[in-house]
């Protein structure tokens, strides 16, 4: 399960549909270097914010007996990679529910992982 933006474990659709889906799931948040390559300022304090909601997320993970997995490279390609590492039977993702051409003209993530997986991927929003 690909945490993106919901960094949280309340109230999160593709956490529910993993976790009804699938007996085991791996959460996994990969500091995207497509998005941070571009920024000006590598003290930024965007990612100091996500950092902090990351280790909020972990600490709520564990206590139901769940990881994070936190991963530093191109999103699209980092997501099946860990489901290839891990030999998952699917991946669910969160996404911003764009339509197909906003989709395109961006290169979504969600978009690239449905190509490039081996396994069937599930798009909540």
């Given at each position: ?23 085991q ?17 590598r ?22 007996g ?5 991963r ?15 030999a ?9 529910g ?10 979504s ?17």
């Amino acid at each position: 399960m690909w945490f993106r933006r919901d960094l949280r474990t309340d109230d999160n659709a593709a956490l529910y549909h993993a976790l009804k889906a699938y007996g085991q799931v791996y959460c996994a948040f990969v500091f995207d270097t497509e998005i941070l390559d571009a920024l000006t300022e590598r003290a930024d304090r965007r990612v100091e914010f996500i950092w902090q909601s990351l280790q909020e997320l972990e600490a709520r993970l564990r206590e139901y007996g769940g990881a994070l997995i936190v991963r530093h490279g191109p999103a699209r390609e980092e997501i099946v990679r860990l489901a290839g590492e891990h030999a998952v039977d699917g991946i669910v993702m969160g996404t911003r529910g764009m339509n197909a051409l906003g989709g395109l003209l961006l290169g979504s993530v969600a978009q690239r992982v449905v190509h490039l997986a081996t396994v069937p991927v599930t798009l909540c929003r």
